[in-house]
């Protein structure tokens, strides 16, 4: 099936660094979904991406919807212990409405 | 409270039993859907509802069906399970409208199959 490549699978950072993860594909998206899942819980959503282009903010995340609408990008600022956790990527299909696509995940580790 | 729920959160059972996971939401979303999650595989889509009476294949249908009788539940059918379904299952809702997909989750069911 379809597949969006996720980078990098795992980060191990220092408390206050930025972070930032990718998703790239070879397919174009009318959607980007970014989500947070803590252990034991379900994936969260914490950044919806509607427009080419568009770059949205929730407190110290920012995502951007790439131009060529087949990448998107999630940056984490002045990171902190709770940032911890895995980190998925999701896009809606262009021509494909109702179905969503996974990155692998990214997960984050973040040292006091 | 606005949630999606699932039953059992873990299960264990054997080979060829028949098991049912449930999906129950309370938002009057129209669309409803299936994961599993395995380690470096992320999430992936087992099957899909857009509305009532309405249910596509996701990426990985293979031994699984499901049914979607009400709006507001989604149930998961393993008629045979194989050790290979031993996974983590997710039921997720939107509320649909072709131009974005916001799905919420919810909390997960362990399947173990021995």
């Known amino acids: 099936g379809q597949q969006l490549n996720q980078s990098p699978q795992s980060m191990f950072i220092q408390e206050g660094e930025d972070v930032s993860m990718n998703c790239t594909s070879s397919?174009?998206?009318?959607?980007w979904l970014w989500y947070k899942q803590d252990p034991g819980e379900g994936p969260v959503l914490l950044i919806a991406l509607y427009k080419a282009g568009e770059l949205t903010s929730n407190g110290r995340l920012t995502a951007q919807f790439g131009i060529t609408r087949k990448d998107s990008f999630l940056n984490i600022s002045a990171s902190i212990p709770s940032d911890v956790g895995i980190y998925f990527c999701a896009g809606q299909l262009y021509n494909q409405g109702g179905k969503l696509i996974f990155g692998q995940g990214t997960e984050l580790s973040v040292k006091p | 409270e606005a949630q999606v729920t699932q039953n059992p959160r873990y299960l264990i059972t054997v080979t060829g039993k028949k098991l049912t996971v449930t999906c129950s939401q309370n938002m009057n979303h129209e669309y409803m859907s299936w994961y599993r999650q395995d380690p470096g595989l992320g999430l992936r889509q087992i099957y899909y509802s857009m509305n009532v009476e309405a249910t596509d294949k996701g990426d990985v249908p293979e031994g699984y069906k499901v049914s979607r009788k009400e709006k507001r539940n989604f149930p998961l059918i393993l008629e045979s399970p194989s050790p290979n379904q031993t996974s983590l299952y997710f039921c997720a809702s939107s509320s649909y409208r072709g131009t974005g997909n916001e799905q919420f989750f919810g909390p997960g069911t362990r399947l173990t199959v021995l």
């Open positions: 397919s174009i998206f009318n959607t």
